[in-house]
């Protein structure tokens, strides 16, 4: 029931990514997606999902090169 957990608390963090991204509020978004993201890579280790846990390798990357961008905009 913990990974499961995992999964869903991962989740609740991607929308509320989602959420303050359509706020307005992109730094804070990104760090959502991070976070969540993050859940999701120790899940799909957890059970194998190897394609999955690539996929939010490469949005956390996204994702911390956006938080970059907005710091040299500022």
């Given at each position: 029931?913990?990974i499961?957990?995992?999964?869903?608390?991962?989740t609740v963090?991607?929308?509320?990514?989602?959420?303050?991204?359509?706020?307005?509020?992109?730094?804070?978004?990104?760090?959502?997606?991070?976070?969540?993201?993050?859940?999701w890579?120790v899940?799909?280790?957890?059970?194998?999902?190897?394609?999955?846990?690539t996929?939010?390798?490469?949005?956390?990357?996204?994702?911390?090169?956006?938080?970059?961008?907005?710091?040299?905009?500022?």
């Amino acid at each position: 029931i913990m990974i499961e957990n995992l999964g869903w608390i991962s989740t609740v963090l991607v929308l509320l990514g989602y959420i303050l991204n359509s706020n307005e509020k992109p730094r804070h978004a990104m760090i959502a997606w991070i976070i969540g993201d993050t859940g999701w890579i120790v899940y799909d280790y957890l059970i194998n999902n190897f394609s999955h846990l690539t996929l939010s390798v490469v949005i956390i990357a996204i994702n911390m090169y956006g938080i970059y961008r907005l710091q040299i905009k500022e």
